[in-house]
């Protein structure tokens, strides 16, 4: 399947990399160690040594630098192999590739293009856990499965009436009715009202009510959900367009999910959640990651399911439904993007 490089792909929780203690990941198939140094700098090269092919991330953090421990060639940040023990000589082609990586949001995100064309800008602006606005949990999942199967999962939430039916209490109106897309410049936004309801599990109320939810959703797999319960006849009153958060008389949360492909047909799922410091607090928080516990579950049920029938289906092919708009425009999104860093390559 086709992937997008020309972007930030989370590799990790910011407090699982701790300092000058490298980290092993794979994103897109390739191997990658990075590691903190002591002053708080983050570095990411190929996980390879240029010797015997050794893993660096069993290597061990010297300042900016990384020593194989293995036979001992030393590679600073850039991927250089700058000391060879017992030889002087170092050949110019002694080296790995090294990435560009962030810290931000909570998360270490890595750029899986030239590191030299990475830009800062285009890192999804998540809510990170420490995020004084918010009351966040957070966890992760890995799945035996191909990483767009989840990207399309999150982009049709026609699923929540029949897989989370226990879990977050979906209503029909999920399969029922569709929700309103809208194209963004690296990815779409989804938006529904939900007019006079008593509300879901993650967001109740005793008299009826309108309910608000929004997602957008982001290349590479980078979902920012919030939402609100809204007093009878605000989705009128707002012409069903976005309402004013601020404005919401209870629920109001914010959820960041971020999916990463490891390898062809794996992927590792992260994700926070939690509510708005105005409309709850840490025990609201601890019953929105239960629930989100159960129903990500639930998910990745389904979905390495899916993986193993299209495995074992010869030439599999999906027959599309109204409710898969805003995959299709994901998905085309995401193809014009890696033809266009190809074509520039």
């Given at each position: 399947?086709?992937?997008?490089?020309?972007?930030?792909y989370v590799a990790a929780w910011s407090h699982e990399l701790e300092a000058e203690k490298p980290f092993a990941i794979t994103i897109l198939g390739e191997r990658i160690v990075i590691w903190r140094t002591a002053t708080g700098g983050l570095n990411a090269l190929e996980d390879r040594c240029v010797h015997r092919l050794a893993p660096l991330s069993l290597g061990r953090c010297e300042g900016e630098r990384l020593r194989c421990m293995y036979h001992g060639l030393l590679f600073d940040a850039g991927g250089q192999v700058v000391e060879i023990p017992?030889?002087?000589?170092?050949?110019?082609?002694?080296?790995?590739?090294?990435?560009?990586?962030?810290?931000?949001?909570?998360?270490i995100w890595v750029w899986m293009g030239e590191a030299g064309a990475a830009d800062p800008d285009l890192i999804p602006p998540a809510v990170g856990l420490d995020d004084p606005d918010y009351i966040l949990g957070h966890g992760q999942l890995d799945y035996a499965a191909e990483a767009r199967l989840i990207n399309d999962n999150l982009l049709d939430f026609s699923h929540l009436t029949f897989v989370h039916a226990k879990s977050f209490g979906s209503g029909p109106q999920f399969a029922q009715t569709q929700g309103t897309i809208t194209p963004l410049e690296r990815g779409v936004r989804y938006e529904r009202w939900t007019e006079n309801s008593l509300g879901s599990s993650s967001r109740k109320s005793a008299t009826p009510m309108d309910n608000f939810m929004a997602y957008d959703f982001l290349i590479p797999g980078v979902l920012l959900m919030t939402g609100g319960i809204f007093p009878l006849g605000t989705a009128k009153a707002c012409g069903?367009?976005?309402?004013?958060?601020?404005?919401?008389?209870?629920?109001?949360?914010?959820?960041?999910?971020?999916?990463?492909?490891?390898?062809?047909?794996?992927?590792?799922?992260?994700?926070?959640?939690?509510?708005?410091?105005?409309?709850?607090?840490?025990?609201?928080?601890d019953a929105l990651m239960v629930m989100a516990d159960q129903a990500f579950g639930e998910d990745k049920v389904m979905i390495e399911a899916q993986q193993r029938v299209i495995e074992a289906t010869p030439e599999p092919k999906v027959m599309p439904t109204a409710h898969d708009r805003g995959l299709i425009m994901f998905n085309r999104l995401v193809e014009k993007e890696a033809a266009r860093a190809q074509s520039a390559a």
């Amino acid at each position: 399947m086709t992937y997008v490089r020309n972007a930030w792909y989370v590799a990790a929780w910011s407090h699982e990399l701790e300092a000058e203690k490298p980290f092993a990941i794979t994103i897109l198939g390739e191997r990658i160690v990075i590691w903190r140094t002591a002053t708080g700098g983050l570095n990411a090269l190929e996980d390879r040594c240029v010797h015997r092919l050794a893993p660096l991330s069993l290597g061990r953090c010297e300042g900016e630098r990384l020593r194989c421990m293995y036979h001992g060639l030393l590679f600073d940040a850039g991927g250089q192999v700058v000391e060879i023990p017992g030889q002087d000589l170092i050949p110019a082609k002694a080296r790995v590739r090294a990435y560009a990586v962030v810290e931000r949001h909570s998360w270490i995100w890595v750029w899986m293009g030239e590191a030299g064309a990475a830009d800062p800008d285009l890192i999804p602006p998540a809510v990170g856990l420490d995020d004084p606005d918010y009351i966040l949990g957070h966890g992760q999942l890995d799945y035996a499965a191909e990483a767009r199967l989840i990207n399309d999962n999150l982009l049709d939430f026609s699923h929540l009436t029949f897989v989370h039916a226990k879990s977050f209490g979906s209503g029909p109106q999920f399969a029922q009715t569709q929700g309103t897309i809208t194209p963004l410049e690296r990815g779409v936004r989804y938006e529904r009202w939900t007019e006079n309801s008593l509300g879901s599990s993650s967001r109740k109320s005793a008299t009826p009510m309108d309910n608000f939810m929004a997602y957008d959703f982001l290349i590479p797999g980078v979902l920012l959900m919030t939402g609100g319960i809204f007093p009878l006849g605000t989705a009128k009153a707002c012409g069903y367009k976005a309402p004013d958060l601020s404005t919401a008389v209870g629920g109001v949360t914010f959820t960041s999910q971020a999916v990463t492909p490891l390898g062809d047909k794996s992927a590792r799922y992260f994700f926070s959640w939690g509510p708005h410091r105005a409309h709850g607090d840490e025990a609201v928080r601890d019953a929105l990651m239960v629930m989100a516990d159960q129903a990500f579950g639930e998910d990745k049920v389904m979905i390495e399911a899916q993986q193993r029938v299209i495995e074992a289906t010869p030439e599999p092919k999906v027959m599309p439904t109204a409710h898969d708009r805003g995959l299709i425009m994901f998905n085309r999104l995401v193809e014009k993007e890696a033809a266009r860093a190809q074509s520039a390559a």
